[in-house]
C-alpha cells in the first residue's frame, strides 16, 4: 500500500516560490503503473486539481496554473515536488499530494496535507 | 476550463437514499465515463468512493453507488447513516490529460 507525505515550508512571502516535495513509500515512484499529482484546498473551499507528472517525466497542468507551476520528479529518492510560482494570498491551501492509477484519472492514495500559508 | 456545478447542499434522513449530481459540458463529463467521487470529512483527507463513473474502489460500501446521463454525473448514498455526513466532490477528466474539480456537496444527516 503506498504512503505519501508531503513537507516543506508552511510560511511563503508573497511574490515568493512555494516549494513542496512528496515522499513515496511502499512503492516505487518508477512504477508504470501510476502518476503523481497535486491538488490544494483553500480554507473552507473546494478541491484544485494543480498537475501531475509520470516517472519519465511528463507533466501535466492546471490550465489555470500553468505558467507558475512547475512539478518534477527524483527516482532516486521516491520524490516528486511541486514549485508555484509569484504566490499571493489566494495560494493560501491545504496542498495535497496523491497518486492515480494509470488510465483512472481519480486519485487513490493521498497525502495527509500540509497546509501553506502566504503571507508577510 | 470550468469547474463541475454540485448542490451546494444536500440533506436526508437515516435510511433515506440521496442523490448528488455533478454537472459538466460535453468537453468534460459528457465526453468521458472518468467521473470520480472523493467523501472528505471536516478537517480529513479525501477518500476516494467511486472511480471511472461508477467503479468502487476495495473496501468502499456497496450503499455507494455512480452513474451518468448527458452531462450529468450523479452519486447515490442508499440506506443513508450518519457517518455519511462529509463533503462530497465530483471530479472529471477534461481531455487533454487534464482534471476538473467540482465544487463540492455538504452532506447532512438530520
Known amino acids: 500500500q503506498l504512503q505519501l507525505q508531503e513537507s516543506g515550508p508552511r510560511l511563503v512571502k508573497p511574490s515568493e516560490t512555494l516549494s513542496l516535495t512528496c515522499t513515496v513509500s511502499?512503492?516505487?515512484?518508477?512504477?508504470?503503473?501510476?502518476?503523481w499529482g497535486w491538488i490544494r484546498q483553500p480554507p473552507g473551499k473546494g478541491l484544485e486539481w494543480i498537475g501531475y507528472i509520470y516517472y519519465s517525466g511528463s507533466t501535466y497542468y492546471n490550465p489555470s496554473l500553468k505558467s507558475r507551476v512547475t512539478i518534477s520528479v527524483d527516482t532516486s529518492k521516491n520524490q516528486f515536488s511541486l514549485k508555484l510560482s509569484s504566490v499571493t494570498a489566494a495560494d493560501t491551501a491545504v496542498y495535497y499530494c496523491g497518486s492515480y492509477l494509470r488510465g483512472t484519472y481519480s486519485f487513490d492514495y493521498w497525502g495527509q496535507g500540509t497546509l501553506v500559508t502566504v503571507s508577510s | 476550463q470550468s469547474a463541475l456545478t454540485q448542490p451546494a447542499s444536500v440533506s436526508g434522513s437515516p435510511g433515506q437514499s440521496i442523490t448528488i449530481s455533478c454537472t459538466g459540458t460535453?468537453?468534460?463529463?459528457?465526453?468521458?465515463?472518468?467521473v470520480s467521487w472523493y467523501q472528505q470529512h471536516p478537517g480529513k483527507v479525501p477518500k476516494l468512493m467511486i472511480y471511472?463513473?461508477?467503479k468502487r474502489p476495495s473496501g468502499v460500501s456497496n450503499r455507494f453507488s455512480g452513474s451518468k446521463s448527458g452531462n450529468t454525473a450523479s452519486l447515490t448514498i442508499s440506506g443513508l447513516q450518519p457517518e455519511d455526513e462529509a463533503d462530497y466532490y465530483c471530479?472529471?477528466?477534461?481531455?487533454?490529460?487534464?482534471?476538473?474539480f467540482g465544487g463540492g456537496t455538504k452532506l447532512t444527516v438530520l
Open positions: 471530479c472529471s477528466y477534461a481531455g487533454s490529460s487534464t482534471l476538473v
Open positions: 471511472e463513473g461508477s
Open positions: 460535453s468537453s468534460d463529463v459528457g465526453s468521458y465515463n472518468l
Open positions: 511502499g512503492g516505487p515512484i518508477s512504477s508504470s503503473s501510476y502518476y
